[in-house]
């Protein structure tokens, strides 16, 4: 389909995807904030929790924490070579980025198989409750983020859509930086 | 003007009561001014043949003021209201007065069940009187009531004295009530709790002094069995 | 035919108008034409509120008549009638007055009103609806499932909802909050759109403060939606894996906190109330500038006050909660933060008024409907404060003084507001005038038995009735008000009958109505300066207007019409 003269339009100067994909962040924010901050009352009521969260591997966390800051940077090069026009250099980017994040979802895998098989589930206790929910709620940021990626990544190799690059990016940064927050939260304060 | 839909009988409920006509009395006035002045600009700008209307842009300092002025009167009859609900709110829920005696109120899907403390005066001593749906209390007492909830949220309310507070599964919330007229009065169930909500009819027992002790006495001896 | 589509994205017109959407039924189905899509809002929401409304009905008919065996449904029983309360209050909000004040009119309008030729994101448009589409057919299916429809209240407080063996049906309450959750989703996006639509894509020379207000209200609207629906997200999320995986996130017995729901709830919950007051009281702005013939007497106040108005609703959220169990002290603050916000509604409300002084006002079916909106907002907004003032609301939570309360909002909001914008964007959606008599017809037969059926309810509040109970007579110190209710009851019947001239007028004046033209109230914004109805595109993408001035000049000193479009360069 044609695109409306109105995508065309700027009357802020800032281009239109950019905005929208801040108003998505902003809403996503609160989305995640409100997860962590009931998590944050619910583990200042219960002390006990510590014994739960001890269980949990900080050297995994920290692993996957590496890999999500890595991805990141891959993203920005990603970006830079769109801003150059580079399409192709761009999707190669894209493409590491995803591989990051796949990579972040394996270890998750074998992460999340091991505690379930020693008995630490969904319904185990309330800290345990929070831990698969956020981080699920975060890992399917991930696989959403990784497969319109996907996408904007074959866009790329070809020359088009490249101020997608930026937005996806953007998004990524923001997946990012929630699992900053969830990592002390859920690997670091036992 | 509650009390001309439901009586009071208990110490705070004039107090609640009196919140509710100052309300009414403030907000009443702005209410009717507002309507007022409402009802009669559209009857007096109502469309003519040869007048046109007015081209006001709300900048005009002596229009604005029309506004800026009830805006600031608003404010200062609110402050009269939080003053007034603050008194009443912390009279009923902040404060906590000595008890003569207290009783446990429990609700469940769907009944109440009410824990009276028997001749010692203490609650879970072996006399304590157990009852379902009736709740006995003595008029002229002053009462400590422990919520409890065994399943859902319910909500413990008893019109007459304008006493309200919901029942919290795992927490028991205490409250307090005095009661100043003897009868029989509704308690009703104040927070949908499933198909028996409505069923969830309990009546509360002022007796006075006299019939009161004979009550427990009746009911230690049956008790004691 | 479609042109070549090698567009370049940066600063290159694109040729809108040589692809027409798809044709025939498929129209329907993948069309990205904000205004279809905003019409499939419409219609989906309207027909929701046939189905709200007959809840109402129902329920009603049980109340006034307990044990009556309701023409058209049987005999209630407490669950059914638990279930008939629930969905009426869920539907009302999520499938009525949202989609119909945010996303139909704000759909249609939005483009239009700022000379865009649509959306800037018009598949995820289609898509938003889609989405919304899904949520209204779950909520109707959880009605007929095992179990029966969710009967929690709308509020839907745990651990009744949270436990089958509480609430007695599964199935039920699993797909209500999924249908709930799905609702969300599509209004996060479709917000996504009005908020970028109206920041970027407006005409050449339209600044910020030529924006028609209704456009601002429904941007708003949309922003308050975006950032207080989060935390309830994550709560449903959490009810959700409550309900079907055995957590214990809301259950004491597990170390859960049934009252953590109501806080995620409620923050939501009362900012929701202005996300659908907005929207409602721009519209009414529109149509009460155009009758009255009256520039809107303080543009910049209604705005800074809608946005005020806004940010304090972040701030009240637990008068909902005075007696649940919070601690008592906190009660206080949240009086003063209650008691402070009806000044900017209040200011919102004298606005409007002080617009009608000095006017030249016509009482036509759409401006009745906006002065309506006005006198009857009027009472919904001052019984609030009864129950914002702590003290009172001991007495008076969970009465029927709160559903008298709220329903002397909602319905201007939701209904009234629906009225109005429809009766005055008719001509242009449909390019027909509707009746006039039939409307007002229609117009004084809703209102009047409206408030024969909700001053009643406040009495009753008052003297202590409690709500959702299905029978009043099982309560001796209740039971001799039956009266009052089966006042409620008959004038709620009436208004039902009331709308079939209404819904004959509306199909009626669809195909048969006289032809409008362009412009058949003389008003300023930028939709009535196109075709009604407009063609795909809205204008000719040569023609698509500039815009010179302010959308409520109107009677201007020093011009001889009464109006002054904004896009005519003198």
């Known amino acids: 389909m044609q695109k409306p003269i109105a995508t065309t339009r700027s009357a802020t100067g800032i281009p239109t995807g950019r905005l929208a994909i801040w108003w998505v962040l902003a809403s996503e924010v609160v989305i995640f904030g409100g997860l962590l901050a009931s998590y944050l009352m619910f583990r200042l009521g219960h002390p006990e929790w510590a014994n739960a969260a001890a269980v949990t591997n900080t050297y995994i966390g920290a692993f996957n924490t590496f890999v999500l800051l890595s991805s990141s940077f891959t993203a920005v090069l990603a970006h830079q070579a769109a801003e150059n026009g580079d399409g192709k250099l761009a999707a190669k980017y894209l493409m590491m980025t995803i591989a990051g994040a796949l990579i972040f979802l394996v270890v998750k895998a ?10 630490y589930t969904i319904t185990s ?14 890992a399917a940021h991930v696989i959403a983020g990784a497969v319109i990626m996907a996408f904007i990544a074959a866009d790329a190799a070809r020359g088009r859509e490249l101020q997608r690059v930026e937005l996806i990016g953007i998004y990524w940064h923001f997946v990012d930086v929630v699992w900053i927050f969830l990592f002390p939260l859920l690997y670091i304060a036992k | 003007m509650v009390e001309r839909l439901i009586q009071q009988a208990s110490s705070y409920a004039h107090s609640i009561d009196g919140l509710i006509l100052l309300v009414t009395v403030l907000v009443g006035f702005w209410f009717l001014l507002a309507e007022g002045i409402f009802f009669w600009l559209i009857w007096r700008f109502r469309a003519k043949p040869g007048v046109k209307s007015q081209y006001i842009t709300g900048k005009e300092k002596h229009l604005k003021r029309w506004v800026t002025i009830p805006h600031a009167l608003v404010l200062v009859c609110d402050v009269f209201i939080i003053i007034g609900a603050v008194q009443v709110w912390y009279n009923v829920k902040q404060h906590l007065p000595e008890a003569d005696a207290t009783v446990r109120v429990i609700g469940q899907q ?22 379902t749906d009736d709740l006995y209390v003595a008029a002229d007492k002053t009462y400590h009531f422990q919520l409890q909830s065994r399943d859902v949220l319910h909500s413990f309310s008893v019109p007459v004295f304008r006493l309200k507070q919901d029942a919290v599964p795992g927490r028991t919330i205490t409250g307090w009530f005095h009661p100043t007229v003897a009868g029989t009065f509704d308690i009703q169930c104040a927070e949908i709790c499933g198909i028996g909500h409505g069923v969830m009819l309990g009546r509360i027992n002022v007796q006075d002094a006299t019939e009161h002790a004979a009550w427990i006495a009746l009911n230690n001896s049956v008790s004691a069995q | 035919m479609a042109q070549a589509a090698t567009v370049e994205t940066h600063g290159h017109e694109a040729h809108g108008q040589g692809h027409h959407g798809p044709e025939g039924i498929l129209k329907y189905i993948w069309s990205t034409d904000h205004k279809i899509i ?18 109402a009905y129902v329920f009603r008919m049980q109340l006034a008549f307990p044990g009556i065996s309701v023409p058209g449904f049987g005999v209630v029983s407490p669950g059914e009638y638990n279930a008939l309360v629930t969905n009426h209050g869920s539907i009302m909000i999520f499938w009525v007055a949202m989609p119909v004040l945010i996303a139909a009119f704000g759909n249609y309008l939005i483009p239009l009103m700022i000379g865009a030729d649509d959306m800037v994101f018009p598949r995820l448009n289609r898509l938003s ?9 779950l909520i109707l299916a959880s009605l007929f499932v095992e179990g029966g429809g969710f009967g929690g209240a709308w509020t839907s407080y745990p651990p009744l909802s949270a436990n089958e063996n509480y609430n007695l049906t599964r199935l039920g309450s699993t797909l209500w909050l999924s249908a709930v959750a799905l609702e969300f989703v599509a209004f996060l996006l479709g917000g996504i759109n009005f908020i970028v639509t109206l920041m970027n894509a407006r005409a050449p020379g339209m600044k910020a403060y030529d924006i028609p207000l209704v456009a601002w209200m429904i941007v708003i609207a949309s922003i308050l939606f975006m950032l207080s629906v989060g935390p309830l997200m994550a709560g449903a999320v959490m009810l959700l894996f409550d309900q079907t995986l055995g957590t214990g996130f809301y259950d004491p017995l597990r170390g859960g906190d049934p009252i953590l729901w109501q806080h995620l709830f409620w923050f ?25 013939r009256k520039k809107l007497f303080g543009y910049k106040i209604m705005l800074y006050t809608a946005v005020a108005t806004g940010v304090l609703s972040f701030f009240v959220w637990a008068h909902h909660q005075f007696v649940a169990g919070i601690d008592p002290r906190m009660a206080n603050v949240f009086t003063v933060t209650t008691l402070l916000i009806s000044v900017p509604i209040a200011e919102l409300l004298f606005v409007i008024i002080a617009t009608l002084y000095g006017g030249s006002i016509t009482f036509t079916t759409p401006m009745l409907w906006a002065l309506a909106f006005i006198a009857e907002f009027l009472i919904g907004g001052v019984t609030g404060i009864f129950l914002g003032a702590s003290g009172a609301d001991i007495y008076l939570h969970d009465t029927y003084f709160v559903l008298a309360h709220f329903h002397y909002t909602f319905f201007p909001i939701a209904i009234i507001g629906t009225f109005a914008a429809l009766s005055f964007w008719f001509p242009k959606m449909f390019g027909r005038m509707m009746n006039e008599t039939l409307g007002k017809i229609h117009f004084w037969g809703t209102v009047i038995p409206f408030n024969f059926i909700f001053i009643p309810l406040f009495v009753l509040g008052l003297g202590g009735q409690h709500r959702r109970i299905y029978n009043f007579q099982n309560f001796p110190e209740l039971a001799e008000m039956q009266p009052l209710r089966i006042v409620a009851t008959v004038s709620l019947i009436v208004m039902l009958l009331f709308q079939i001239p209404f819904f004959y007028n509306l199909f009626h004046s669809m195909r048969k109505g006289p032809k409008a033209d362009r412009n058949p109230w003389r008003s300023n914004t930028l939709e009535w300066t196109t075709e009604s109805p407009p063609p795909h595109g809205n204008w000719p993408p040569d023609q698509m207007p500039k815009v010179y001035r302010g959308p409520y000049e109107y009677s201007h000193p020093d011009r001889a019409e009464d109006y002054w479009p904004q896009n005519l360069p003198n």
């Open chain 1, 110 to 119: 074998f992460e999340w198989s091991y505690e379930i098989s020693h008995g």
């Open chain 1, 125 to 138: 206790n309330g800290f345990w409750s929070f831990y698969y929910t956020a981080a699920g709620l975060h």
């Open chain 3, 38 to 55: 905003g019409m499939q809002y419409l219609f989906t929401g309207m027909f929701m509120g046939l189905i709200g409304g007959l809840m």
């Open chain 2, 110 to 131: 769907w009944a109440w069940i009410f824990q009276h403390p028997g001749l010692d005066n203490e609650l879970d001593t072996g006399d304590d009187i157990w009852t």
């Open chain 3, 268 to 292: 939501f919950g009362h900012p929701e109330v202005y996300v659908v007051l907005l929207p409602a009281i721009g519209i009414v702005i529109e149509i009460v500038a155009t009758f009255a």
């Open chain 3, 129 to 137: 609806y889609q989405i919304f589409l899904a949520s209204a057919i």
